[in-house]
């Protein structure tokens, strides 16, 4: 797990809470559900999180190590040369949106770059946009298992929602 870095607002949204404490979004809801973390909604859909709880959460589900981490490959003398990793999700998110701008391409457009594709790179090119293919119709596959969880969560919530609880009961007032 990479160490979450200072933030400077007091809040997050569900995706960065999720990247915090290092959970799919199921378990972050169950977290919430549980009342091991609190929930603060937003405007529109989402829920916001205290940062000062993702962090008390985030060190009880995935305590540090007892012995200091390795600094072998690190360079002491030059510290800022280090780049920043994006965690997996944020990966994606990013790719995702650099992707919309395929939207922005006309069929001529496409037309001319097949037009002034160099023989000795077709060959590269169509094994690269084959396998953006083969990772963007799994990133489907993916989204649909999670929208079939979602919706069969969705359902038994309903169905339970009907059962009477020990708190419906009514008063003999």
């Known amino acids: 797990m990479q160490p979450a870095k200072p933030s400077r607002f007091s809040f997050v949204d569900e995706g960065e809470a999720v990247r915090r404490l290092n959970v799919d979004r199921?378990?972050?809801?169950?977290?919430?559900?549980s009342k091991r973390?609190?929930?603060y909604p937003g405007v529109g859909k989402g829920n916001f999180f205290r940062v000062g709880d993702?962090?008390?959460?985030a060190a009880e589900l995935?305590?540090?190590?007892?012995?200091a981490p390795s600094l072998q490959?690190?360079?002491l003398l030059n510290p800022t040369n280090q780049r920043r990793q994006h965690d997996p999700g944020y990966k994606v998110h990013l790719r995702l949106q650099a992707d919309l701008k395929w939207y922005d391409l006309t069929d001529d457009d496409l037309k001319a770059y097949v037009r002034e594709l160099h023989p000795a790179a077709y060959e590269k090119q169509r094994s690269n946009v084959t396998s953006?293919?083969?990772r963007l119709e799994r990133l489907v596959a993916l989204m649909d298992e999670a929208a079939q969880r979602w919706r069969s969560q969705g359902k038994s919530a309903q169905e339970n929602a009907g059962q009477p609880r020990d708190t419906d009961?009514?008063?003999g007032n």
């Open 26 to 33: 199921e378990t972050l809801l169950e977290l919430v559900a």
């Open 37 to 39: 973390l609190r929930a």
């Open 54 to 57: 993702l962090e008390k959460l």
């Open 62 to 67: 995935h305590p540090a190590p007892a012995e």
């Open 73 to 75: 490959g690190v360079d």
């Open 132 to 134: 953006v293919i083969a």
């Open 169 to 171: 009961a009514p008063s």
